[in-house]
Antibody, heavy 118, light 106 residues
Framework: DVQLVESGEGLVQPGGSLRLSCAAS????????MHWVRQAPGKGLEYVSAITSNGDSTYYADSVKGRFTISRDNSKNTLYLQMGSLRAEDMAVYYC???????????WGQGALVTVSS | IVMTQSPATLSVSPGERASLSCRASQSVSSKLAWYQQKPGQAPRLLIYGASTRATGVAARFSGSGSGTEFTLTISSLQSEDFAVYYCQQYNHWPRTFGQGTKVEIK
């Protein structure tokens, strides 16, 4: 079965940094593009970032551009999101997502909660 | 691309039919997906390519539309279908979601 398991969640002060990881299993990780999507408490889904299957191309939402970095290690079947200069508005559950047929998001992790507060 | 869902909340009795609407600010072709999210859970893919059910999704869920107008129909609501539903376009960058429609018990 496909599994995506996020880790690295936690509490960070405004301006601080945090790195999320997503361990993938049950499929050939290196064959799939991956994304991060977030959801602020009580709010809807917001697209964050994407990376191609081999890591040679990335995309960022304007809201995180220059502050967040997406990367992957295909030898470890792991996706990362390095978050810096964190703001209160970055507080959310962050989901790791696999890209499926045609580009839809076919599998989602359980989510990692990032709390930004002093 | 702005995705607009309506209504924001839909009150339906079990066994009734529910129709959820999603409109794109410009054409997304058929690159439209629907997701279901229950409280405390991650979203789950229901429909992709505007009308193709994902693996394991019940036949009572159906999707239609292309271009800018899309509909998710649940033919006969079951208790487990009360949730929030999001549409998403994946034809343009950035990928964008609608604000969600909450389907609640009437």
């Amino acid at each position: 079965d496909v599994q995506l398991v996020e880790s690295g969640e936690g509490l960070v002060q405004p301006g601080g940094s945090l790195r999320l990881s997503c361990a993938a299993s049950g499929f050939t990780f290196s064959n799939f593009a991956m994304h991060w999507v977030r959801q602020a408490p009580g709010k809807g889904l917001e697209y964050v970032s994407a990376i191609t299957s081999n890591g040679d191309s990335t995309y960022y939402a304007d809201s995180v551009k220059g502050r967040f970095t997406i990367s992957r290690d295909n030898s470890k079947n792991t996706l990362y999101l390095q978050m810096g200069s964190l703001r209160a508005e970055d507080m959310a559950v962050y989901y790791c997502v696999r890209v499926g047929v045609g580009g839809c998001f076919d599998y989602w992790g359980q989510g990692a909660l990032v709390t930004v507060s002093s | 691309i702005v995705m607009t869902q309506s209504p924001a909340t839909l009150s339906v009795s079990p066994g009734e039919r529910a129709s959820l609407s999603c409109r794109a600010s410009q054409s997304v072709s058929s690159k439209l997906a629907w997701y279901q999210q229950k409280p405390g859970q991650a979203p789950r893919l229901l429909i992709y390519g505007a009308s193709t059910r994902a693996t394991g999704v019940a036949a009572r869920f159906s999707g239609s539309g292309s271009g800018t107008e899309f509909t998710l129909t649940i033919s006969s609501l079951q208790s487990e279908d009360f949730a929030v539903y999001y549409c998403q376009q994946y034809n343009h960058w950035p990928r964008t979601f609608g604000q969600g429609t909450k389907v609640e018990i009437k």
